[in-house]
């Protein structure tokens, strides 16, 4: 498994922790934002893998914002899962 740490941009969430095993997601935690919608979040995307998550999440916008914890989310699994082929 790949810990991976994000730092998020525009939103109540200040950071999104995961875990890569290969293009697999799981263990998304954020820190901060809503909790009870994060949390669905999280369990929603368990397992899934990067190019569905971002598939789905990828523009969804909170308010105008222009981003949102989902975006975010989005970004963050992509991002890991190009460091985790680096550090290959």
């Known amino acids: 498994m790949f810990h991976y740490e994000y730092k998020t941009k525009g939103t109540c969430s200040q950071l999104i ?18 909790n009870g919608n994060l949390k669905a979040i999280s369990k929603l995307v368990e397992g899934q893998t990067v190019d569905y998550i971002e598939g789905i999440l990828s523009g969804v916008q ?3 914002k222009g981003t949102s914890c989902g975006d975010q989310l989005a970004k963050a699994v ?7 082929k680096a550090a290959s």
């Open 17 to 34: 922790m995961l875990d890569l095993d290969g293009d697999k997601v799981h263990n998304v935690s954020f820190v901060r934002g809503c």
């Open 78 to 84: 992509r991002e890991a899962y190009e460091a985790e």
């Open 62 to 64: 909170c308010g105008m």
